[in-house]
């Protein structure tokens, strides 16, 4: 059923990458509960969302198969997703991958390196170019002069090393870079980027490690001792593009239960 809140949004459009993964799928559902219509990418055919299915059959969603780190794919996304409305007004980079094998900082090899840059930082450089080229042609918003927000999915990895997957910590430093220069790039035409840097999450990427992972949080790694879910990390990012916040650009908003609370 409709309500005022869904009226406010009910004629804008979200790009989401990572579907139908944990995050993605997460974000992409947080869209569409406030009415947005949401363009959702991910490299699985349908008939592989397996639990994440539901989301395929919800109304205002509409899904591109597709390769993220691929330049042809990226820009068929993007128009794939014009056709909804004629105008972006929501960009949220989530998708990512971890190393096939995390390896020690002195064994990495390049091709896992260029494997995990090419989709985590090269993928959400020039997506967010794309995408940006779009946003600033859209009417700014009466009073805020927004035209679009940005977001960029990051990690802890950004700044706390993991020696035996030094590629992905290099990649998501990136990622934070890359919202830095985005936000100072795009501020004179109203389009705040920010990005979240999520915690110690539940999904595939850490499921291979959720022995470990439990026990640490177990023993204090984690300020409010749990493990972070999607939808902590959707609602982070939908709080950064919704509109509650459009003086805000460049910032990273730590989605990880305290894990960034420095303590002696």
């Known amino acids: 059923m409709e309500n005022e809140n869904n009226n406010k949004f009910m004629k804008k459009t979200a790009m989401v ?18 009415g947005y219509a949401v363009c959702g990418m991910g490299r699985r055919a349908e008939e ?15 899904y591109f198969r597709g390769d993220v780190a691929s330049t042809e794919d990226r820009k068929a996304f993007l128009a794939e997703a014009l056709k909804i409305s004629g105008r972006i007004d929501v960009l949220v980079n989530v998708a990512g991958v971890a190393p096939n094998v995390r390896a020690d900082l002195l064994e990495m090899t390049e091709e896992s390196y260029d494997r995990v840059t090419d989709i985590n930082t090269k993928a959400t450089l020039f997506l967010t170019q794309a995408v940006a080229n779009s ?18 999915t990051s990690s802890l990895s950004a700044y706390a090393v993991s020696v035996n997957r030094g590629e992905y910590c290099v990649s998501k430093a990136g990622v934070s870079m890359i919202t830095a220069l985005f936000a100072e790039r795009l501020a004179e035409y109203g389009i705040p980027v920010n990005e979240v840097r999520p915690g110690i999450v539940a999904t595939p990427m850490t499921a291979g490690v959720k022995e470990k992972y439990d026990r640490l949080i177990g023993g204090g790694l984690i300020p409010m001792g749990r493990w972070g879910q999607p939808e902590d990390i959707a609602a982070g990012i939908f709080a950064l593009c919704s509109g509650a916040l459009p003086y805000v650009t460049g910032q990273s908003l730590d989605v990880d239960g305290g894990f960034h609370i420095q303590k002696l």
């Open 17 to 34: 990458t990572g579907i139908p993964g944990g995050i993605g799928k997460a974000t992409a559902e947080r869209f569409l509960d406030a």
């Open 48 to 62: 592989d969302f397996g639990d994440a299915s539901p989301l395929l059959s919800r109304p205002g969603f509409v």
């Open 135 to 152: 946003m600033k042609e859209n009417e700014p918003e009466a009073g805020t002069g927004i035209r679009g927000y940005i977001c960029n």
